[in-house]
């Protein structure tokens, strides 16, 4: 039961690498919309035609030249930035680099331009933050010092079903099975504060808690304690919240009402929860679900709804700032979507007749995985300048 909700997009193929040289190849022109999925409003639409943005600058080409003079190259553009044989997956964005998998071998870039350099160690589901790499090794989790060339080993109850750590500033957070507690589904969220070395174990229920993430020294998660094979051994879940450290002890930040369910967590920043909530109505022949992207605030529980609820969903991704990045999928293809968290414009950034998913956003960099060339690559854009007219989701010039 428990692996129906982990997300297909969490953990790629992994194949065999070939050192890729850096790139700004783009997409050729051949790239439709979708019935259905070419609603949203695109600034670089408006202003191809004059092929100036709205401060009147020439509009970046995907030409790698500097057309608007600004000092930065082909904003708006897809960039291709791993061209090898295989699949580049398992990737990590964070202070402007990005890592990711091939096979056993892990490597680091600093975008846009940086060297591919191969770390001398493989690690499996990589969460980076600063000089810091956290992952897991050898049936443990490991933390790197990529500066000082260290390596911290993190104790764990049970080596057994470790599943994928995040790491911010000096927490490191994950969740794992607790085998020998009495049931085969019980996950629970622990936590280690790097800088004192303590471990602290957050969660104590029978039950599935999910997707933790760190905003500071809080944490959210997903779990469903008050939904455990509720209808028909379905599991709803509701988002829970604590603080290291403090004495208030976890708590939900949503209730779960009805025919709602709440999605894993995909963000957590300046005290707001990323998610999707789905409706799916618990009758024998249910119609599709419907669902969208929505912010909880932790402090309030206040939602605020990002999309409209739709069968055609927009499912949440990531969250940096005020961007939002959501993921359309529908018959097999899927597209990039940003959102503005303050005024809900929503923008396509990839268009493709393939599948980009796994959007990942740091600042004004968004980094994702596109299998265009029939293998998982990685792709960035700088989407600094979106907003203004730089934007060709196909990477051609207009």
Known sequence: MLLTFLRRRLLLPLAIIALPACSGEVAPA???????A???TSIADAVADGGADVLGRTRERCNRVD?????????????????????????DLQGGRVVWNNARVTYIRTLPSGAIERLPFFCAAPSLWGARLACIGDGEYLVYDL???????????????LLWPRLHGDILAWTQYMVGEGNSENTEVWARDLATGQTVRVTNDAAISLSARVDGRALAWSDDRRGHHA?????????????????QPERAVTNRAGDLQIGSVMGFERGRVLVTDSYQPWIAAPPPARCQPVFYDVATGARTELSP????????AALSGNRVAVLFDRLGVSDIFLIDASTHQRRRVTNYPRRSERPLLDGDLLVWSDDRNDNWDLYMMD??????GDLSPEGVTP
Do not use: M, N
């Open 30 to 36: 051949d790239a439709g919309h979708r019935d259905g």
């Open 67 to 91: 057309d608007d003079g600004d000092g930065k190259i082909d904003e708006g553009c897809p960039i291709r930035i791993t061209t090898d044989p295989g699949d580049d997956v398992d990737a």
């Open 231 to 247: 209808i028909f051994f379905a599991h709803q879940f509701d988002v829970f919240t604590t603080t290291l450290g403090a004495a």
């Open 383 to 388: 989407v600094s300048d979106i907003e203004v």
């Open 147 to 161: 500066a000082a060339f260290t390596r911290t080993r993190v104790d764990t109850t049970d080596s057994a079903g």
């Open 309 to 316: 609820l739709d069968e055609r969903c927009d499912e949440a």
């Open 38 to 40: 070419s609603d949203e």
